[in-house]
């Protein structure tokens, strides 16, 4: 695959991806320094990435 570019969800800003982007692969916008999951390979899909939580032993 060649390198791939998104829109980043959270600034609209394009988001330029490996040439092997993988499926729940966390990447950076570059813009706006969020994190983002990759949801999908084909179409690219990116969402914000969920906020890591503690689960406190649980």
């Not at 800003?13 to 983002?36: F, Y």
């Not at 999951?37 to 179409?43: A, F, K, M, W, Y």
């Amino acid at each position: 695959m060649a390198t791939a570019i998104a829109p980043c969800p959270s600034c609209e800003s394009d988001v330029t991806l490996d040439a092997a982007p993988r499926q729940n692969e966390i990447v950076e916008c570059a813009d706006c320094a969020s994190e983002l999951e990759i949801l999908s390979i084909d179409p690219v899909l990116l969402a914000l990435a969920p906020e890591v939580e503690e689960d406190w032993g649980e």
